[in-house]
């Protein structure tokens, strides 16, 4: 299956409005995001060695989201082996491992979120897939995926895709499609 090939807008098809967790719903866009630094030094290289380890991670079986074309699908990590990357930096002493999910297509990851990271296979972008796995995170977490009480650093496109994943958070819990 080509993959490459632009789709229609992704839609949600597996997250009920229910899901979405209040403390997304209370919180603005700017909340929602953080405090934040942007700037295009904060770019990532999702396939640098230090990331290798989502790539080689067991999905979970069921997916939190899969796009209305069922090309995509977003699922959380079950792999009793999986370790975090020393390349994702944790909050503090005594801090819980951080939420990741993977975006996975054709039986194979293709890109993942954590620690308020989005990285997706160049060839898979401009979709809306982003913002997808953010909110599927934020479902996975029942709240905040991210620490939003620390300066994160973003680059354009991943401030763009938190500002985005507030607003399809919101579209789904009225009810609307993403």
């Known amino acids: 299956m080509e993959c490459s090939r632009p789709s229609a807008r992704i839609r949600n098809l597996t997250i009920a409005p229910q899901d979405i967790p209040r403390s997304i719903l209370v919180a603005t866009p700017e909340e929602f995001v953080g405090r934040s630094h942007v700037h295009e030094g904060y770019r990532l290289d999702g396939r640098a060695p230090g990331y290798a380890p989502f ?27 999986f370790v975090m ?8 002493p005594g801090s819980s491992l951080p939420t990741a999910v993977l975006l996975r297509t054709a039986g194979r990851t293709v890109g993942f979120y954590v620690a308020g990271m989005s990285w997706i296979d ?6 809306g897939l982003s ?21 994160m650093g973003y680059s354009a496109a991943g401030y763009a895709a938190h500002v985005a994943a507030h607003r399809e958070a919101a579209r789904i819990a009225a009810g609307e499609a993403a």
């Open 131 to 151: 913002p997808m796995m953010i909110v599927s995170a934020c479902v996975l977490a029942r709240g905040f995926a991210h620490d939003v009480s620390s300066t």
């Open 122 to 127: 160049p060839g898979h972008r401009g979709r």
């Open 55 to 81: 790539f080689a991670a067991r999905p979970a079986a069921e997916p939190i989201w899969v796009s209305a074309d069922g090309l995509y699908q977003v699922c959380a990590i079950d792999d009793p082996d």
């Open 85 to 92: 990357p020393e390349t994702v930096v944790l909050p503090g």
